[in-house]
């Protein structure tokens, strides 16, 4: 059977096409007569309207891209479930992609001739992206940039201060007497400010403790996985100085340093007390329950709909904004122990 | 700046708009001179390509939907991860949403108005869809089904035999000499297929083993996160006889159980012995391990969108087809401790 078209219903109607038109569009110039003939029509064809065709005679595609690097990170999935229903229902369809956190991926999102009019805004969550590369963005895309980095006015972004959160977790670590700890999850500066931004947190508790930083407690990682957490717990601990306190980049990060502390027979908080960062629900229910930096997330989804479609409705110009969210320290049994409330 | 038209580009290069779509479209029937001619027009025009107007000039809109019940839910999230690349590989973007596993949104998402052309075809895990909704599905939707139901052949379906993983991931715990074990994550018939097809899963095992069923084991959750699993182990625990072991519908439910057997003091699998099931990432890093059910979801993935595309690209009728997918028992340290591979 072949798609019923809006001519096919004029026909059965015995009206004109453009009748019709005015009938599925909602317009006001049509009889209350002549809009039941039509919709009788419309029933009897079973005719669906082409959204997406209508959407684009008037310039939109009533879509909106989300991106995030990956979307098996248990963060990254939390974002989307709490952006998604939103933008819905805000009356956008949602077209959703990962990057891998490749920065070119990233850049060539933004660029101008990558869109094809498939998407009228993009909230995107970049991990490898700099700022010359948003400098080079199309002027012309709806974007809010979400994650760790300042946006100095130039672009819309929403995120919390990631330098102070990461204070706190580590001056949490040394308001309970730890001197030894290690920041698990620095990456080398090309790749990531996310990871750069809490060292230099880390880096700034002790500095206002007048505490010296051990350097070698920096340790890199490829990423801020469970696998990365416990590749760098277990080289840690076959140090002869082995850390009494790690600051892990993400609760993947000190999950999976857990469980290999655990694995060595260490106690957690009691030998090695560990904070993580996203406050994710797998830190709420392991044992010990994870300490953890917690993003107020649906202020973050709320923000970056909020602001993405502001920016789509406005025609003219539209100066960038930086909308910073709060987050809270979480203190649970891995670092205060069985105490913990 | 208005958005540069074919037309636009025709005249800067002195050819006809039809030209200027036979170079875009990548038509043959255009010399090499002309072609440059046209391609130095569109480069200084910085003219973009409608991807969509095209798609739907050809009644395609080159996308595709995915839908699950939840983002958030690891085992979704970790399928979206495997299913979306492979999507984007084969040239369709994603068009994602979630449904709370609310059956009517569900069924709604598959007849005929619902789509308004706005993809060509549909990925969907239902939870409450029964089988009478998918009979009145839109017989021109390309649609693969995934999880826990069959189809008779009267739709594509991709899952694993729930049935048969869940009676060896409980005849597991009978040769461990568990007797007691604690169904949980039943729920009524009108709610979850899933759920019964487990429920049967854990009786079979028990009629094979000779041993009758102590209904009274056999918990009903909410649905299958780890706070459904927390409160029914706590409840459990609370009987004068309780469980010696449990399995648990989900990794999640197994891991809610897990914390609570822990923070009563409980040993794990000494006491109690856990299985899960989904093998999601949480479970392997978490202390201890978690045994469980592993689908294999990159056959899965494979799967759906093979089937998916083959059903977009036909022309005539497709007979619908049941693709069996492997899964194995992973045997972890919350059934056989310490000693676990």
Request: proline share 6%; charged share 25%; with cysteine.
């Given at each position: 059977m072949a798609e019923p078209?809006?001519?096919?219903?004029?026909?059965?109607?015995?009206?004109?096409?453009?009748?019709?038109?005015n009938v599925v569009n909602g317009y006001a110039q049509v009889s209350p007569q002549t809009r039941a003939k039509v919709e009788k029509a419309l029933e009897q064809l079973d005719y669906r309207p082409n959204v997406l065709a209508r959407n684009l005679a008037n310039g939109r595609s009533g879509q909106v891209a989300v991106v995030v690097p990956y979307l098996d990170t248990p963060y990254f999935a939390e974002l989307?479930?709490?952006?998604?229903?939103?933008v819905r229902a805000r009356g956008?369809?949602?077209?959703v992609?990962?990057?891998?956190?490749?920065?070119?991926?990233?850049?060539?999102?933004?660029?101008r001739k990558a869109r094809g009019f498939l998407y009228d805004g993009m909230i995107?969550?970049?991990?490898?992206?700099?700022?010359?590369?948003?400098?080079?963005?199309?002027?012309?895309?709806?974007?809010?940039?979400?994650?760790?980095?300042?946006?100095?006015?130039?672009?819309?972004?929403?995120?919390?201060?990631?330098?102070?959160?990461?204070?706190?977790a580590v001056t949490h670590l040394l308001s309970l007497g730890r001197r030894r700890i290690a920041a698990v999850g620095d990456q080398p500066y090309a790749t990531g400010e996310a990871a750069q931004r809490r060292t230099a947190g880390y880096r700034l508790?002790?500095?206002?403790?007048?505490?010296?930083?051990?350097?070698?407690?920096?340790?890199?990682?490829?990423?801020?996985?469970?696998?990365?957490?416990?590749?760098?717990?277990?080289?840690?601990l076959d140090r002869p100085d082995p850390p009494d306190a790690v600051f892990g980049y993400s609760d993947l990060v000190a999950l999976g340093a857990i469980r290999v502390l655990l694995e060595r027979g260490l106690r957690v908080p009691e030998d090695v007390a560990v904070v993580g960062y996203d406050d994710i629900e797998d830190g709420r229910y392991s044992t010990p329950s994870v300490s953890t930096i917690s993003p107020d997330k649906s202020t973050i989804a709320e923000a970056a709909v909020d602001r993405l479609l502001r920016r789509i409705e406005s025609r003219?110009?539209?100066?960038?904004?930086?909308?910073?969210v709060p987050w809270t320290l979480v203190a649970r049994e891995s670092t205060v122990g069985r105490g913990a409330p």
């Open positions: 078209t809006l001519r096919d219903v004029a026909l059965l109607a015995g009206v004109s096409p453009r009748t019709v038109s989307l479930q709490a952006i998604i229903p939103r956008f369809n949602v077209l992609d990962q990057t891998d956190g490749d920065r070119a991926h990233e850049a060539e999102l933004i660029r995107l969550s970049p991990l490898g992206l700099s700022q010359a590369d948003l400098a080079g963005r199309d002027p012309d895309l709806p974007l809010v940039i979400l994650g760790e980095r300042s946006s100095d006015g130039a672009f819309d972004h929403v995120g919390i201060d990631d330098v102070a959160a990461s204070c706190e508790a002790h500095e206002r403790a007048g505490l010296p930083v051990d350097e070698s407690l920096i340790v890199q990682t490829p990423r801020f996985n469970r696998v990365d957490g416990a590749t760098a717990m277990a080289r840690l003219g110009p539209v100066t960038g904004e930086e909308f910073v």
